[in-house]
Every structure is written in structure tokens, then in C-alpha cells.
């Protein structure tokens, strides 16, 4: 089977990109997350027949992913007052349209 490791500095990466990137992976590998020191460990482990490109592949779309999920933070956290102002605008229309419906 191939193994590959993946380090991550704990103080730039959170270990719920770490997460969601393992789990977007799994089709492809299993990918266990340690916690060791400043370090995260992301052990990748191939489900797929081994080749020369797989490893370097592997780890490359893992890094692919876990800086999509990264991003995604980033702009969950930056957006959420404006998501939150159109759910509250689109739920209260919602209640007025409900509410003039049973009058």
C-alpha cells in the first residue's frame, strides 16, 4: 500500500480543513490526523494500486484540497454577517408572506 505524510505547522492550519480535506480524499486514500508536538501529521494511505506519479499525485490534490478548505474558512468567516442578513431578511418575508396568508 502507499503511504504518504503530510506535516501541517498547527499555528497556520486548522484541523477542521484538515478534516474536511481528509474526507473529500477518501474515495482515493484513508488519511489518519495526529497531533504531535506543533505539528499536524496527515498520514494518507493510497486505496489505489501503487505507481511511480501516485505519491507525489496523492499528496498534491491532498494539499489541493486542504487549501480550498482553507479558503472556504475564510470566507465563511468574512461573509457571515452579510449571509446572515439576507437569511434574516429572506425568513422574514417568509413569516409575513405566511402570516397575510392565513389572515
Known sequence: M?????????STYSIG???EAAYRIIREA???????GDRY????T???APGSADR???????LDLVTDEILR????????????VILAL???ALATQQEDAQA
Not at 501529521?41 to 494518507?44: D, E, M, P, S
Not at 507525489?56 to 491532498?62: A, T, W
Not at 474558512?73 to 446572515?84: C, L, P, Q, Y
Request: aromatic share 6%.
Open 2 to 10: 502507499l503511504e504518504i505524510l503530510v506535516e501541517f505547522d498547527r
Open 90 to 92: 429572506a425568513f422574514g
Open 56 to 62: 507525489e499525485d496523492l499528496r498534491q490534490h491532498f
Open 73 to 84: 474558512a475564510k470566507v465563511a468567516a468574512e461573509t457571515s454577517g452579510v449571509r446572515d
Open 46 to 48: 493510497s486505496k489505489q
Open 41 to 44: 501529521l496527515c498520514r494518507l
Open 30 to 36: 484513508s488519511c489518519q490526523i495526529d497531533a504531535v
Open 17 to 19: 480543513a484538515l478534516r
